[in-house]
């Protein structure tokens, strides 16, 4: 199986994201999995921001793109071809202020690309092109927003849902670790037994389809009010 593994952390050896999803490719290897990763962090290679050559260019028809429209969008075609290529794709990031970090919003206007990974069908139709890839998100947040007064304040999965809904993805898995920052050391530590719990349960699926998906986590009540972090 061959996995893009992306990380959007601004943070390096203290991201609980980042341990999280090392933890799940071990415990792929552990399942008898042979796992190929192609290994993205975009802290470190971030896409560029969409500018005005880049929105001419990927509208442009691509038998009339012009040499230098070509080059634009060079690093994006790649990024694109990546995704495509894959078998499974592991997205792991923190919550950062309810939303994604900007970096991986950069990867996903990169990487949402009309005749690459989404087509127009014949009768009109928009059909994105990652349908037969499995897809991981892999998210970590301060605060616990299962349930409660402030489980509408997540942006970060609805749009996770909608943008790769739009390129194909009908059923990502997401195993969010949360109260990780605003939270005291028992409920940080119960957090992230969670999350590894479910991780290795995805890891058992991914490995034998046979076996049943893991299930959601079942939500709970809660009060927190806090800036979501890592």
């Not at 005749?115 to 092109?129: A, C, M, N, P, W």
């Amino acid at each position: 199986m061959k996995i893009m593994h992306v990380d959007a952390s601004a943070k390096r050896e203290r991201s609980n994201s980042r341990a999280l999803s090392q933890h799940f490719l071990e415990r792929l290897r552990e399942e008898g999995l042979d796992i190929e990763v192609d290994y993205l962090d975009v802290t470190v290679d971030t896409p560029p921001h969409v500018n005005e050559a880049f929105a001419i260019a990927t509208y442009t028809p691509s038998d009339e793109r012009t040499p230098a429209m070509k080059a634009t969008l060079a690093a994006s075609d790649a990024l694109c071809k990546r995704l495509l290529d894959a078998d499974a794709l592991v997205f792991a990031m923190p919550m950062y202020n309810w939303s994604m970090p900007s970096v991986f919003k950069a990867f996903i206007d990169s990487v949402t690309r009309t005749g690459l990974t989404y087509v127009f069908t014949d009768d009109g139709r928009i059909e994105g092109q990652l349908a037969r890839q499995k897809v991981l998100f892999i998210t970590s947040r301060g605060a616990d927003l299962r349930a409660g007064p402030y489980s509408s304040m997540d942006a970060l999965t609805p749009a996770l849902r909608a943008a790769f809904g739009f390129l194909g993805v009908a059923d990502p898995t997401f195993v969010d670790a949360q109260p990780l920052q605003f939270s005291d050391q028992a409920a940080r530590i119960e957090a992230l037994e969670r999350a590894r719990t479910e991780l290795a349960a995805v890891a058992a699926h991914w490995a034998n389809p046979a076996k049943p998906a893991p299930a959601p986590a079942l939500e709970q009540d809660n009060d927190v009010m806090a800036l979501s972090q890592e």
